[in-house]
């Protein structure tokens, strides 16, 4: 089994950046997709992006352009960078990996002047 822990949630105005982290208990990220997915009230998870254990990306087409996600493997750690937020983005963000299933407590982010 594995643990996920994001971070870097918080309040941002309409425009701004924020980067999102996701720790791994162990070293999975190279040997799985993960994804980041994000969840308001009342409405379904949705995909925002994933990478692959070889590196390739995919981006939900809301964010192409604006989100990228990136993995440091001796960091156990993948991130998200958010860029010119709008408040549509904004939502709990969650980590997870295919490999085990494996899902994090979720991060809020806010976009709001």
């Known amino acids: 089994q594995v643990q996920l822990v994001e971070s870097g949630g918080g309040l941002v105005q309409p425009g701004g950046s924020l980067r999102l982290s996701c720790a791994a208990s162990?070293?999975?990220?190279?040997?799985?997709?993960t994804g980041w997915y994000r969840q308001t009230p009342g409405k379904q998870r949705e995909s925002v992006a994933r990478?692959?254990?070889?590196?390739?990306?995919i981006y939900a087409d809301s964010v192409k352009g604006r989100f990228s996600i990136s993995r440091d493997n001796a960091k156990n750690t993948v991130y998200l960078q958010m860029t010119s937020l709008k408040p549509e983005d904004t939502a709990v963000y969650y980590c997870h990996t295919f490999l085990y299933d494996a899902w994090g407590q979720g991060t809020q982010v806010t976009v709001s002047s």
């Open positions: 990478i692959s254990s070889g590196g390739t990306t």
């Open positions: 162990g070293s999975i990220f190279g040997l799985t997709t």
